[in-house]
């Protein structure tokens, strides 16, 4: 099979299309797993009890299994009990209650690192919980694992190809779709592995550039 360019731009806004929904997942699944992880961080660094304890299998139980067997799940089982939803809105749910057990130990990390002196610091300044979190640790910490938390980004965008496989319309699914209709899988495919790249490297130049600048102004 040769590669034939009429054939390869006809089917280049489909795919583009099926890039969009990638990225529109992408973005919502980090929000969720950026969000979802800081609560779990902040519980297990507290030692809630009984809280810290749930929310420390939750984080071995959702790292220890594989995020297909979780899409699989979520599209197949959940139903069963009355809970329906879109493969998009699965795929984003998923995606990033998988990335938030990973985050939430990138934050517990970060707000490890915040130096004693911090902590004794507000407490000598008497100041309530909520602003010693949002005014000294959190900004702090999370200075320091932005970097972490963008490479968990890119590589959430390459997982969501997984979701295909519960026929969420992104990327991949598109690019298999026109695949078999057509009977040509050369273009297709090699398109997509152009698509992920384009996006993916230039965000993982962008990182390590950012990486570079906190750690000339820390």
Same mark, same amino acid.
């Given at each position: ?22 990225? !529109?997942?992408?973005?919502?699944? *980090?929000?969720? %797993? ?5 609560? @779990? ?8 009890? @009984?809280? $810290?304890? @749930? =929310? ?15 899409? =699989?799940? %979520? =599209? ?13 809105? /699965? ?8 990335? $938030? ?7 517990? #990390?970060? *707000? ?6 911090? +902590?004794?610091?507000? /407490?000598?300044?008497?100041?309530? @919980?909520?602003?010693? +979190? ?9 200075? #320091? ?8 980004? *890119? !590589? ?7 979701? #295909? ?9 598109? %690019? !298999?779709?026109?695949? $078999? $209709? ?7 495919? /090699? ?25 000339? /102004?820390?």
């Amino acid at each position: 099979m040769t590669w034939d360019n009429e054939f390869a731009l006809s089917i280049l806004p489909d795919l583009l299309g099926g890039l969009w929904v990638t990225i !529109q997942a992408t973005m919502a699944a *980090i929000v969720i %797993a950026l969000a979802l992880g800081l609560v @779990v961080a902040v519980i297990r660094y507290l030692r809630i009890p @009984v809280l $810290s304890a @749930v =929310f420390g299998f939750y984080v071995q139980f959702v790292r220890g299994t594989p995020l297909l067997v979780q899409a =699989f799940a %979520a =599209f197949y089982i959940l139903p069963d009990y009355g809970i329906v939803l879109s493969p998009l809105i /699965t795929g984003i749910i998923v995606l990033g209650v998988n990335y $938030s057990s990973y985050t939430a130990e990138v934050y517990r #990390s970060g *707000i490890e690192d915040v130096g004693k002196g911090q +902590w004794e610091a507000a /407490t000598a300044l008497s100041l309530p @919980v909520r602003p010693t +979190w949002t005014r000294i640790v959190l900004p702090q910490a999370v200075r #320091s694992i932005v970097p972490m938390l963008g490479n968990y980004w *890119i !590589q959430m965008f390459k997982d969501s190809a997984i979701l #295909s496989l519960i026929t969420m319309n992104e990327l991949l699914n598109v %690019a !298999q779709t026109i695949g $078999s $209709s057509e009977f040509r899988y050369l273009e297709p495919l /090699t398109i997509v592995g152009i698509l992920f790249l384009a996006v993916s490297y230039p965000a993982a130049v962008l990182i390590r550039r950012l990486e570079r600048r906190l750690a000339i /102004t820390s």
